[in-house]
């Protein structure tokens, strides 16, 4: 197997490095993304309780009308055979700008 070369591991390492950090970032939204959900799906007990005697019913029109769109909209966005593209901002960038290019279709599903 031949050696990559330093330049091009560097840029790979430094691109790994930069996600790990992102994903660090992201994992505060967590709450507010578990709630959004929770909305989403029609769960509003934690934040508007229904009082007591009335009817605890909520509409998820929304929800059901994404739910539908979705197999069509993922179509558009994800059916062509090239779903992202990836460009190197230097010259240290242009290895993982490959390596993203070929791992985007697979994680996009």
Same mark, same amino acid.
Not at 54 to 72: F, H, K, N, Q
């Given at each position: *197997? %031949?050696? *990559? %070369? ?17 994903? @660090? ?15 989403? +799906? $029609?769960? *509003? ?7 007591? $005697? ?5 509409? @998820?029109?929304?929800?059901? @009308?994404?739910? $539908? +769109?979705?197999?069509? +909209?993922?179509?558009?966005?994800? $059916? ?10 230097? %010259?240290?960038? @242009? ?15």
């Amino acid at each position: *197997m %031949p050696r *990559m %070369p330093l330049s091009e591991l560097k840029a790979l390492l430094d691109s790994e490095r930069n996600d790990a950090l992102a994903a @660090t970032r992201a994992s505060k939204l967590s709450v507010e993304r578990s709630d959004a959900m929770d909305y989403y +799906l $029609g769960d *509003m007990a934690k934040d508007m309780p229904a009082p007591e $005697g009335r009817s605890r019913a909520v509409s @998820t029109d929304v929800a059901d @009308t994404i739910e $539908g +769109l979705m197999p069509s +909209l993922m179509e558009i966005f994800c $059916g062509g055979d090239e779903v992202v593209r990836f460009e190197a901002v230097g %010259p240290n960038d @242009t290895a993982a700008a490959e390596h993203k290019k070929k791992a985007a279709p697979k994680r996009c599903l």
